[in-house]
């Protein structure tokens, strides 16, 4: 199941949360834009929050 929607205040620090998992894909990290085309981070990253809006997309590639 995919994680649950988190909201945070701006100015705030968050730490990016832990991998998924998919069967059949590798998790390649959480991305700013659905496509993985944005800007990626892994877990553990600590962020700092300066806007009101960001969303987090689990990015995927396929297992060889």
Do not use: D, H, M
């Not at 968050?14 to 085309?37: D, I, L, N, P, Q």
Request: hydrophobic content about 35%; some cysteine; aromatic content about 10%.
């Amino acid at each position: 199941t995919a994680p649950s929607v988190v909201r945070y205040e701006s100015s705030t620090t968050v730490t990016v949360g832990a991998a998924v998992t998919r069967s059949g894909y590798e998790f390649a990290g959480w991305c700013t834009s659905v496509s993985g085309a944005g800007t990626c981070y892994q877990p553990g990253v600590t962020l700092n929050l300066t806007s009101n809006s960001l969303a987090l997309y689990a990015s995927w590639k396929i297992s060889i």
